[in-house]
Structure formats: C-alpha cells, structure tokens
C-alpha cells in the first residue's frame, strides 16, 4: 500500500527561510495579519485532511471509476468521494483565498496553492472536482456581472456547488476559432446554447446539488475564428431570483471518456440542447475571460504534477531503504543481511534525486508564482501589481509544462526504482504514472505553452520580462559571486544566464525570417527556461542552508537541502547544452521529412 506525508517541512523552508511570505504581506492590508503561526497551523491541518480523508481514496477510486446512468445521465463518483468532499465543504477548505466579500477567508494564494499540493499527492482524481470550481470562481469574480456574482460566486465559495469549464468540442482539440456550439439570444436577456463539449473534467457528478459550467459558444452574428466567441454561464440547473433551485436546465453528461488515468475524476461529453445561460463579460470576448480561468487552471495542473511527483518520491524512498537485492559494488554494507538494500547503488539514488530535485525545485517555484499572484491581488502600489502580473505571465506555461514534463520523468524513475513491482497495481506506482500523463496534455499542451513562452512572452516583447527576471539572477550572481562556496551553484547559473542572452537573440532572428522556427525551438527553449528558473531557485536554496549550517545550526534538514542542491546542479541542470542544441539546429532536420514520413 503506498505511503503519503505531507512535506510540511519543506513547505515551511521555501515559504517562510526562502521567500519570507510573511514579510511580503506586511506590505499588503488584506494579508497583514497573516503571520507564520497562522499559515503553519493552516498547512497542517490541510496535510491531515490530504492524508487522513482523501488519499485513502486514491487508489479504490481509480480501479472504481465512474459509472454513468445513461438513462438519466446521472454520474456517480467512486466510493468515499461524496463523503470526503463533505468534509472537505465543513472544513471550509473550498473558501481558503476566496473574496470575503462572497464569504471567502480572503487568505493568500500561497496557502490555498499549499494546500492544493497536498491534496494532489493524496488523490488527484478527487482534487479535481474542487480545483476546477476555483477556476470558475476566478473568471466570474473578473468579469461576472454583479448579479451572476450574487447569484453564483457564494455557493462556489463555499463549495456547495462546483465548477467546470467547456471549451473544446470534438473537431477543434486546442483550436477554439473552429468551436461550433451556438448561442441563440432570447427576448429575456438569456440565451438557448446547443452544441456539444468534450473532455469536461468534473463535467457530471453526484457530489454538490448543482455545476456552474461556463461554456465558449458562437452568437449568430459572430465573426469567423477566435474572434467570434463569447462566454456563458450555464448551470446545470436553473437558478432562480432567492437562490433556489429551478428546473433542469439542457446541459447533461452524454458519455463519460474511458481514459489511461485520473479514473475517479468524471472526463465528460457535455451535450448542449437549448439550455438556457448568460453572457459573460462582452460579445465575442469570450475567450480572453475564459483565459482568467485557463491560466488559473494552468498553474493548478502544474501542482497536480508537483504533488504527483512529490508523492511517488515518498514511496519509492521507502521501498528503496527497505528492499534487499545484491551487494554494493563498492563493499557489503548490511552485514546482517543477505543483500543490500537496493539504495545503496548510484542508479537508484541518481532515481531518487531526480525526484526529489524535481520535487523541491518544483515547489519553489509553485509558490514563488502563488506569492506574486498575491502581489498582483493585493499590493497597495499599481507599479508592484503590474510587474507582478507581467512575470506570473512569463513564469505561467514554465510552471505548466517544466512541472509536469519533470512530473513525467520522476513518476516513471520512481517506478522504476521498484522493478517489476512498481508496474503491478498493489503498490500504487504505475497509478501515479497514468494519472501523471494527462498533465502534459490538457489544459494546452505542453508543446502549446512553450509556443506561448517563446513565441508570446519572450519575442513578442523582446525579451524585456526575461530580461527583468535576468536582473533577479543578477543580483543573486553580486551577492554570493565571492563566496567559494557558493561557486558551484553560483557560477553554472551564471554562465546559463549570459548564455540565454545570446541563445534568445539567435532564435528572434531565424523566426523573423522563417517562423517555422519558432516552433521547431520552443519545446527545447522552455526546458532551458525551466532549469534558469530552478537553477535561481535551487541557488537560493543552497544559500539559505549554508548560512544556517555556518550559523551553527545542525538541522540535518539543510544538508539534505545542500546535497539535492549539488545533485541538481551536477546531474540535471547539464540538459540545457543539449537542449540549446537541438533549439540551434534548426527546422530543417524536422520539416525536411516529407520522405521519412511518406
């Protein structure tokens, strides 16, 4: 049976040794009484409701699935989901970072993204149906009207009706300009929407009394493309003036996806047949406010990834220290044992470290982008709030396709560190490895973000964000340059600095003259951007533990932090010359293959 304890130590490093959270929000009113004490008492009781309700679930939910009545296109979710969500709805988890104005806490997003990344190590499929409801919070709360706020955002906040969003249908996969679903306007101001949506995560199921799908649909007069669309509200049933429920509306589940992972999780074709929804936002804007809640749910599926990774680490470690097979090449070591425990070979531990590098380096970043998502909430001063936005711009498909590519190659080393027991069901390995592979697909593929990065965030502004996240690695580089011991996570950052530069410059010119090239480079380009960002994170890392190991402070904690700082530096962050590499060779090599592919 697989294993799970929520890494509260090393959330509290990175949060409060790492990017003093606490501090940064003196600075904001909202959050000023936010203090160490308050988010560590928070975090704790999360990982006790992640490890005690919902990952006992985990592994029945996924040989259980989801069953759908075809009569009445009802679904039901696997055993224990309905009663764990009700617990997780009294403890008044659904509400963490949520407006009080809707009866939110109003606590920052680095507590609510915490706690998200224990719930995904617990149960991924489970944490869905909770985590896409935010999502829908996040793009009615920007632009709902007052009254689809009044009339919808409580009952999100609180969690007794969830969300989803339906976007793409069976002929278009990413590109939404080809959607076809169409909304007809009623006299009433309300609209009849047909069509049909598949891939709807959480799109039908048994465990609130009602679902806030907001569906992309086509007005009649809509322009043709991406231009055309708008945004609509549409419950699956109707909600009346006081806030009860009204009659069914014509949204239902038509068929549920038979999938390679996330079993427990409803994947949804959504039939449209004239139900009744509302406009959101403006005519034919629908897309940039449906993007309120794409880039809410990117973040959210690269901490899927993070908990995935972080959770497999835990029980390939235990397997690891446990498990007996042939001796050390270097000498016996378990004396009173007829074979070493298997972590006791390099492969094994170069396995595990990758995990757990991928793992912690992950995290860092996770939160980093959650605290400049409060920053871009909540700072009292517009210049802090809009340089914040710009970087959680940049930071956004790093944080959706680096995680969740790492998410991949962790998962499936950690299964590998079991042998052939890792890919039978009884110890929940190859559970992590399907659930893991959506995470590179949906919500854009990876492919999709990295062109957003290079083609979007970094040439379409010149480089001028890259540039400001250069002058945080700048400063880093003044700060420790001198110290010896620091050199080695120092001067690879460094160098990968200056060379990105350069490595940018040459990609802007060949896309200038042949834009294929963007997409021949952009997947390579953002695993280096990846490993620039970690590479500053992983550097911070090491310099707060050396500073409390000269301190004084024998905490076996920060030697452990030091010794996955070095392995990262030595084993990982070595990728991007290949990868620089294979970005400068062109598109030639890729598009010159009519034959090959004939």
């Known amino acids: 049976m697989p294993i799970y304890n929520p890494p509260l130590r090393d959330m509290r490093f990175v949060m409060h040794e790492v990017l003093k959270v606490a501090d940064e929000y003196q600075a904001m009113p909202r959050h000023a009484e936010v203090d160490v004490d308050t988010i560590n008492a928070i975090l704790e009781e999360g990982g006790k409701f992640a490890a005690e309700v919902t990952f006992p679930l985990n592994q029945g939910g996924d040989a259980q699935g989801c069953t759908l009545d075809k009569t009445t296109h009802e679904v039901a979710t696997p055993q224990g989901f309905k009663e764990a969500y009700h617990k997780y709805v009294e403890g008044g988890w659904p509400s963490l970072s949520c407006d009080p104005d809707f009866g939110g806490q109003g606590l920052p997003i680095v507590v609510n993204q915490a706690f998200y990344e224990m719930l995904n190590s617990a149960n991924q499929a489970w944490t869905m149906y909770p985590g896409l409801t935010h999502g829908a919070y996040e793009a009615l709360h920007a632009h709902g009207t007052e009254a689809q706020k009044r009339m919808y955002l409580p009952k999100l906040t609180s969690g007794e009706w969830t969300g989803t969003m339906c976007l793409t249908e069976p002929h278009c996969g990413t590109d939404l300009g080809l959607l076809r679903t169409k909304a007809e306007p009623q006299a009433d101001g309300s609209y009849r929407i047909t069509g049909q949506k598949i891939f ?4 039908e199921h048994d465990l609130v009394s009602n679902i806030v799908h907001l569906v992309l649909a086509r007005l009649p007069d809509a322009p043709a493309g991406s231009k055309g669309i708008s ?35 409803a994947t949804c074709q959504m039939v449209l047949d004239g139900a009744v929804g509302t406009l959101v936002g403006q005519p034919n804007k629908g897309l940039a ?12 599926v690269g901490i899927q990834s993070l908990g995935l990774t972080e959770v497999a680490y835990q029980n390939a470690l235990a397997y690891a220290k446990d498990r007996i097979q042939m001796r050390s090449l270097s000498g016996t070591k378990a004396k009173d044992k007829p074979a070493d425990p298997i972590i006791v070979h390099p492969d094994v531990r170069r396995m595990l470290m990758t995990a757990k590098a991928y793992a912690e380096g992950g995290r860092a970043l996770a939160m980093y982008s959650a605290l400049l998502i409060d920053r871009e909430l909540s700072h009292p001063d517009e210049k802090v709030r809009k340089e914040a936005a710009e970087m959680v711009a940049l930071l956004t ?29 009884e110890w929940g390995m190859e559970q992590y490895v ?26 379409g502004n010149q480089g001028a964000t890259l540039k400001k996240f250069g002058k945080l690695i700048g400063k880093l580089v003044e700060e420790e340059g001198v110290n010896e011991k620091m050199a080695e996570f120092i001067n690879p950052l460094a160098m990968l600095g200056e060379q990105m530069t350069k490595f940018t410059t040459e990609l802007g010119f060949r896309a200038f003259q042949n834009a294929d090239e963007v ?48 392995f990262y530096f030595a084993r990982l962050f070595p990728e991007t010359a290949m990868l620089m590499r294979q970005a400068r060779s062109g598109v030639k090599a890729l598009m010159d293959t009519d034959a090959a592919l004939a």
């Open 434 to 459: 399907r659930d893991s592979r959506i995470n590179m697909i949906y919500e854009g593929t990876n492919t999709i973000q990295s062109l957003d990065l290079l083609g979007r965030k970094i040439l």
């Open 289 to 300: 406010a449906m993007f309120v809640m794409m880039n809410a749910a990117r973040l959210g």
């Open 519 to 566: 997409g021949g480079a952009a997947v390579p380009y953002l695993r280096v951007a990846g490993h620039l960002v970690f590479g500053y994170f992983w550097a911070r890392m090491a310099q707060v533990a050396l500073r409390e190991i000269q301190a004084g402070n024998t905490d076996p904690f920060y030697q452990g932090k030091l010794q996955t700082a070095r």
């Open 231 to 265: 945004l609509f509200v549409v419950p699956k049933f109707r909600v009346n003036e006081d806030g009860s429920l009204g009659e069914r509306n014509g949204i239902y589940c038509g068929g549920l996806e038979h999938k390679m992972g996330i079993h427990g999780n």
């Open 200 to 203: 709807i995560s959480a799109g």
């Open 397 to 425: 498909p790093i944080v959706k396709a680096f995680l969740t590519d790492n998410g991949w190659i962790a998962t499936s080393e950690c299964l590998q560190v079991f042998g052939g027991h890792g890919f039978i069901r």
